[in-house]
């Protein structure tokens, strides 16, 4: 019987830590083929590359636990996916994991997220596509509690299959130990509280650090970040389509197309 094949990427770069240890444990499960960025390439959304070249080559990242097949790509994430896609494989792989993320990507989190991006992209092309992050921004980060879940949720998602139009976001708790489940949820609403540190170069020109702190607007407790603050691992699914369709019976009834 023919293993899965299985495309493997992230954001945070292919020597990451989260990500050499998504490879290890989707190798138990199938056939790995890494296409991941050369540099990190963190909160760049799904931002692609339209005006400047994209370089890739094949890369021995790890000799020992690495995966058969690695590509370094200049890109972003979702330019990996592309070029996976369009130019490395030779099949459409039957599902695509991105991450280990090393930090958060819950809540508001993943509109910013080249972690998701690279796993939408995939979604988009019709492929499964899941994207995995650790509540810990170390580079340093315990992952393997983790792993084990992580193993679960992909031999699920490749039984069952996930819906069409749907990508799945995880989120893990920061923890010594295996969490203590998995619960599937709705994104919470929150927000960014932010503010730009202003500074002088040497040379006298001013710049600016972005800086800011994450704003809980909801309590519900059926929220990823109620499942996260209380231990669990978080399962949302998320859609590419942004159609707000509880909005367009309201928007029929301005009068866009009256004298």
Excluded at 15 to 38: F, H, S, Y
Excluded at 117 to 143: K, M, R, T, V
Aim: glycine share 8%; proline share 6%; with cysteine.
């Amino acid at each position: 019987m023919e293993k899965p094949l299985i495309l493997v990427t992230n954001d945070d770069g292919i020597t990451a830590p989260g990500l050499r240890a998504l490879i290890r444990t989707m190798k138990e499960i199938g056939d790995v083929i890494v296409v991941a960025p050369d540099s990190p390439q963190s909160g760049m959304g799904h931002a692609i590359t339209v005006d400047s070249t994209l370089f890739s080559k094949k890369v021995v990242v790890d000799h020992k636990e690495g995966a058969p097949s690695e590509y370094s790509c200049s890109g972003t994430p979702a330019d990996c996916v592309k070029l996976a896609l369009k130019v490395i494989l030779d099949r459409k792989p039957d599902i695509c994991v991105s991450g280990i993320n090393h930090g958060s990507n819950s809540s508001i989190n993943v509109i910013y997220s080249g972690t998701m991006s690279a796993a939408i992209e995939a979604g988009i092309e019709g492929i499964p596509a899941i994207g995995f992050s650790l509540c810990d921004y170390s580079w340093e980060a315990n992952f393997e509690p983790s792993l084990k879940p992580i193993k679960k949720i992909v031999a699920e998602a490749l039984a069952n299959g996930i819906p069409k139009g749907t990508v799945l976001n995880v989120n893990i708790p920061k923890t010594s130990e295996e969490p203590k489940g998995i619960k599937v949820c709705r994104q919470a609403r929150g927000n960014w509280k932010e503010e730009f540190d202003k500074r002088t170069s040497p040379s006298g020109k001013d710049y600016y650090w972005l800086t800011g702190e994450f704003e809980l607007l909801d309590k519900g407790e059926d929220t990823d970040e109620w499942a996260l603050a209380n231990g669990y691992i978080s399962v949302v699914p998320t859609q590419f389509d942004l159609t707000a369709h509880h909005a367009i019976s309201n928007i029929n009834n301005w009068n866009l197309n009256g004298h």
